[in-house]
């Protein structure tokens, strides 16, 4: 096993893991983030859930981390390997004869939801750490009621952050079209029996996405103070 | 020099053991002093190679090919025979014998042909055990096709692409041995000459052909598989590269060079587009099985055709001459190569074949798809008077048989042959002539072996289909791994055969020479330009049909092109380069040679047998007539100029076999 | 029909070639696209030039030594087809067609429009074959029924004839297609169950080292392939993978 990690297979085995991993987490913030469509209550108390449990605080926050981390770390790594193995490139490539757009780039995709996730963690992670972790206040409550439904929609006040949301959302969907399907092709799921697999692929890719857009969209029109 | 065929005792069915219970072998520590150079990787080359290094003697292997995986032997399409009796259908090593030597016209070694039919089994199992991906039917168990001029059904396959699955068995063999250090490959690499020292084959001249570097190469036997000769011919469906010029320097040191006019054209490929073309590419011989060959029986529909106003398919039934079927009721359009290819020609010649050249003829697949359309419609139940429905069913079925050939001729020449019938028109393809071998595949040089097509062994004077495959691999599989070590047994003390000898020197020096004349020429005609005229007068004159005429003009303007070329030939670049037409003028001008006595042989040859055909010597009815006084191998000795050539006879003896007319009607 | 050509030129390996301009006149539609170089070089030995060096020997789409990129894509605009098959019927009058050597690390240019594919060699010497010994005794070739399912789909692995188009096409130089094909071959039939776990396990390690790129699933290889090998053999390859790994 020692050697699994640095052959070329390896790798793309742990891309594929690591891009699991994050395709679940990502359902899952879906889930939470959508509850705050129909009820302000639920969200806060799923989102003081999340923030406080210490499984997930101490245990798979952690992994996430390292998950995004590896993710984008390897995802360089590769990429610059690749460009590496062909040195002089072609006069003229029509790239778009065989493969799709969003296959080629998935290394800017990739970068422009890294970018995101900046805006993302200065919006709401790094808060949430210094609330917690500086400021130990592990209450979840501003003003005697939980914050996190009002903190959300605080966010999405202004239309240039919408905006970046939503073009962030497109990229991520772009991104999944290709990933989803590429990181089962990449575990070997691949055959007769799959077809349908890929289907759910793109569902998934455009669905989820979208569905965070939608979020985004409708607090930004149903702001109520 | 008598020739000694080395045929061992005894009945046929056990001579092949008994010799090998006879002969001298070399124990596996002393294997490991003794270096074997194989030329060529194709079916017969890579299987050697890959067999010896197996047995622990250090083979150095040898291809012009960027890879061993290229030979030629990779384009073979339609299958390997073996007399397995898988399908219980009464085959059996003796019938495969038999069919073998029929089909060659009674011009082969009886010996080795029984030994092949023998050892065909073992190919098999030998492939199947590296992973060969033959086709199996339902059950699992290995599937037969059958192939023309035979009762059986014994030819295995792998879709239309059982060479190139073949070859790359050998290949995978190979692969093993170059990394375990026991064969050295030497890719990009041309043959150019053979050395003897003190009587023996010691060694071989080498190009480069990345960077032009000629080298010495020693070891204490030679093995050529290097193909055969067909490119003489220019248009061919040999690959580009393939040359005679390993055969050809052997026979200048001394090999005899047998039956060179032995030449198998195939019936079914695609016709000369233009005077672009540079190869022809051939249509699978079982497309006979449902194409029925015809042409216009009124020369104005000839002209109609040609001119473009008139259709195939809207010419009446009874204005069309399936002359296959008038001629040979019996066979039909599944008449040998030989016998089809010359119907061909006979019909094109009076004037009714149906391209712009008027060289070709239609292999039409309208019958069949209706045929199969109603069979089809019979079985699910539905209207067999539909006519669309009907040939949307049988063009399924066709398509299901022969789908990837009908697309590739859709490719290249750009016609749907599913709605208009196929052009058609014979080509050259494979050579049965080659280097004279004794039943230990060695050649009148000792120590200089010759296997598969390059040889003239097995096939007599025309080949069935699916058994070239079968030749290459028992050679290299089965015969030569053991029939060498005899030879070989007696240089256990020999030790490293020096390179440094003036044997190689000389060698050396006659091959600079000539590179140098050819890149100091500065002629005004490309390399092309001789090789298509030389192409011209072979096919016109040394081609399907041969008269006396023509094959004396043959000699003396081969010569006298052989002469042009030396004095005009142009060749761009330098030695020391990666310089694809100095290799061409190369194997040019060895075809220049050879070529003359190709023609030579031919004239000599007054009989019609298999792919040679005089028309001095037919029947009234234009059949081939095979004389009784030329049951004999022509082996000829190199004196100077090809047409200088001796001739020495191996007389050929039928002790097993009755020598029969053939007949096809 | 009167043709633009831009052809890489590059002396040998050391040169730093560049691409240059050729016009060429009167092509014939049924020309191969091979033959319409036959014709320029022929012009251009006539005229005292170098002719462009190219691979090619079959000519007929299955010894996998043609190799050229054409407009952008490994053999060509058309489908299912190697250069030697590519016509000129495919192409207009007055195109300018970009004709380049298929490029990677791993198949360094040897001439012109020849590069060196021994890398493709090489991963075979390291596990490409089923370890067996010729002789007259191996057990009989019906001794192990093979279900014709897993029959054909072996031959559909192995009919890659090792152009290197996938390597050419992959935007990575990844040669994931060819390794994962020939891995497969052997995977899906009894007699390679033996050494599986070593063939997969040494071809992909000799596979890196000569300097291929990583595999992004960008699915062209399968595309380009003139022989339509199956993404499906790649993700066979990574599962085959896994378990020699698990296992060692």
């Known amino acids: 096993m020692g050697g699994f990690f640095k052959s070329s297979i390896g790798r793309k085995f742990a891309m594929a893991l690591s891009a699991f991993f994050l395709m679940f987490f990502l359902l899952q913030h879906f889930a939470i983030n959508f509850t705050s469509v129909f009820s302000g209550e639920t969200f806060n108390e799923v989102s003081h859930f999340m923030g406080t449990n210490p499984l997930i605080q101490f245990v798979l926050q952690p992994i996430l981390i390292f998950g995004v981390i590896y993710h984008f770390v390897m995802g360089i790594i590769l990429e610059l390997q690749n460009r590496n193995a062909r040195q002089i490139s072609y006069a003229k490539n029509n790239g778009g004869a065989n493969s799709t757009w969003m296959s080629r780039n998935m290394i800017w995709t990739g970068l422009a939801i890294l970018a995101f996730m900046g805006l993302h963690f200065y919006d709401f992670w790094f808060p949430e750490i210094n609330t917690k972790f500086i400021e130990g206040d592990w209450s979840g409550l501003h003003d005697g009621e939980f914050r996190y439904y009002h903190e959300l929609q605080e966010k999405f006040l202004s239309p240039v952050r919408v905006g970046l949301y939503v073009l962030a959302f497109v990229f991520l969907a772009l991104h999944l079209l290709h990933g989803f399907n590429s990181a089962f092709q990449s575990v070997g799921a691949n055959n007769k029996y799959t077809r349908g697999l890929k289907l759910f692929g793109k569902l998934y890719a455009i669905l989820i996405p979208l569905g965070f857009v939608v979020i985004a969209l409708y607090h930004h029109f149903n702001h109520n103070h | 020099m008598a020739l000694d065929s080395k045929t061992p005792e005894g009945p046929l069915a056990e001579k092949w053991t008994n010799h090998k219970n006879k002969i001298d072998l070399v124990n596996p520590a002393n294997k490991r002093h003794i270096d074997v150079i194989v030329v060529g990787t194709g079916l017969a080359g890579g299987s050697a190679a890959a067999t010896l290094a197996e047995l622990g003697y250090n083979v150095k292997a040898f291809c012009f090919q960027d890879s061993p995986r290229r030979a030629h032997s990779i384009a073979a399409q339609g299958g390997i025979n073996a007399a397995k009796n898988y399908q219980g259908d009464g085959d059996s090593t003796y019938r495969l014998f038999y069919d073998t030597v029929k089909g060659g016209d009674y011009r082969s070694r009886e010996e080795n042909v029984y030994r092949l039919a023998e050892v065909s089994a073992n190919i098999i199992d030998q492939c199947v055990a590296q992973g060969v991906p033959f086709a199996r039917d339902y059950g699992g168990l290995l599937d037969n096709r059958s192939f023309g001029g035979v009762l059986v059904s014994r030819t295995f396959y792998a879709k239309g692409q059982t060479g190139q699955q073949l070859l790359l068995g050998a290949y995978s063999a190979m692969n093993r041995q170059i990394g375990r250090g026991k064969i050295k490959m030497y890719n990009r690499h041309e043959m150019l000459d053979v050395v003897i020292v003190n009587g023996k084959a010691r060694g071989i001249i080498t190009r480069n052909l990345v960077n032009g570097k000629i080298e010495r190469h020693s070891a204490h036997a030679v093995v050529l598989g290097t193909g055969g000769y067909g490119n003489v011919f220019f248009l061919s469906t040999n690959a580009m590269g393939s040359n005679v010029t390993a055969a050809w320097k052997a026979h200048k040191r001394g090999a005899f060079f047998a039956n060179p006019c032995y030449t198998q054209i195939h019936p079914t490929c695609i016709p000369v587009s233009g005077d672009h073309q540079s190869k022809l590419t051939l249509m699978s011989e079982s497309l006979r099985n449902d194409g029925r060959i015809w042409v216009p029986k009124k020369k104005e529909d000839v002209m109609a055709i040609r001119e473009g106003k008139l259709k195939p398919t809207d010419l009446a039934e009874e204005d069309r001459d399936y002359y296959l079927e008038r001629r040979y009721p019996a066979f039909g359009n599944l008449v040998p190569r030989d016998v089809a290819s010359r119907a061909a020609k006979e019909r094109c010649d009076a004037g009714f074949g149906v391209n712009a050249t008027g060289e070709a003829v239609y292999l039409d697949f309208a019958a069949a798809i209706e045929r199969y359309g109603k069979e089809q419609a019979h079985i699910k139940g539905l209207d067999e008077d539909d006519a669309d429905l009907v040939k949307k069913l049988g063009k399924d079925v066709v398509k299901a048989k022969y789908g990837n050939l009908f697309q590739m001729y859709e490719k290249i020449v750009d016609q749907n042959p599913y709605e208009t019938p196929m052009m058609i028109y014979p080509a050259v393809h494979y050579t049965m002539g080659g280097i004279w071998v004794d039943y230990n595949l060695m050649t009148t040089v000792p120590g200089l072996y010759c296997i598969g097509e390059a040889n003239f062994s097995d096939h007599g004077a025309n080949r069935l289909g699916a058994s070239a495959l079968m030749q290459g691999l028992a050679d290299g599989y089965f015969v030569l791994p053991y029939t060498i070590g005899d030879y070989l047994s007696d240089d256990i003390r020999t030790g490293p055969i020096s390179t440094d000898s003036p044997e190689f020197e000389a060698a050396e020096k006659n091959v600079t020479e000539i590179i140098n004349k050819l890149v100091n020429n500065k002629g005004s005609h490309t390399v092309d330009y001789f090789h298509k005229k030389l192409g011209k007068i072979m096919w016109n004159k040394c081609g399907m049909s041969r008269n006396e005429t023509d094959l004396k003009s043959a000699i003396s303007e081969i010569a006298e092109l052989r002469k042009a070329f030396w004095e005009d030939v142009k060749v761009p670049g330098t030695a020391d380069e990666f310089n694809e037409e100095l290799a061409k003028a190369m194997r040019v001008a060895d075809f220049l040679e050879l070529g003359e006595l190709f023609a030579k042989d031919a004239l000599h040859r007054e009989e019609s047998a298999g792919g040679h055909f005089r028309e001095e010597h037919q029947t009234e009815e234009g059949e081939a007539k095979r004389r009784k006084e030329f049951q004999f191998v022509s082996a000829w000795e190199y004196k100077g100029e090809p047409k200088d050539a001796e001739l020495h006879k191996e007389d050929l003896v039928y002790e097993n076999i009755k020598v029969k007319e053939r007949s096809y009607k | ?248």
């Not at chain 3, 052809?7 to 006149?25: C, E, H, M, P, T």
């Not at chain 3, 019927?89 to 007055?94: I, L, N, P």
């Open chain 3, 1 to 248: 029909m009167n043709l633009t050509l831009k052809i890489w030129r590059q002396k040998n390996a050391s040169d730093k070639g560049k691409l240059v301009d050729y016009l060429i006149n009167d092509v014939s539609p049924d020309m191969s696209f091979l033959e319409m170089l036959d014709v320029l070089n022929d012009k251009l030995i006539t005229d005292g030039d170098e002719p462009v060096a190219f691979d090619h020997d079959c000519r007929e789409g299955i010894c996998g030594m043609c190799s050229l990129y054409i407009n952008g894509e490994a053999h060509g605009p058309d489908r299912g087809v190697t250069t030697c098959q590519l016509h000129m019927r495919k192409f207009t009058d007055g195109d300018t067609i970009y004709i380049e050597p298929f490029r990677a690390k791993a198949f360094p240019v040897i001439k012109d429009l020849v590069v060196d594919r021994s890398a493709f060699d090489r991963i075979q010497h390291a596990g490409g074959f089923i370890s067996v010994n010729t002789s007259g005794n191996t057990q009989d070739a019906n001794s192990i029924p093979i279900s014709k399912h897993a029959a054909d789909e072996a031959m559909d692995a192995a009919t890659c004839i090792g152009c290197g188009a996938c390597v050419a096409s992959c935007k990575n130089s990844s040669a994931m297609l060819f390794v994962g094909a020939k891995v497969s071959q052997y995977a899906l039939l009894p007699q390679g169950q033996v050494e599986a776990a070593d063939r997969v396990l040494n071809m992909v390690k000799q596979m890196d080292e000569e300097g291929f790129g990583n595999c992004t699933n960008t699915g062209a290889c399968e595309i380009e392939c003139p022989k339509g090998i199956s993404l499906e053999n790649i993700a066979r390859m990574n599962t085959e993978y896994l378990k020699a790994s698990l296992k060692g």
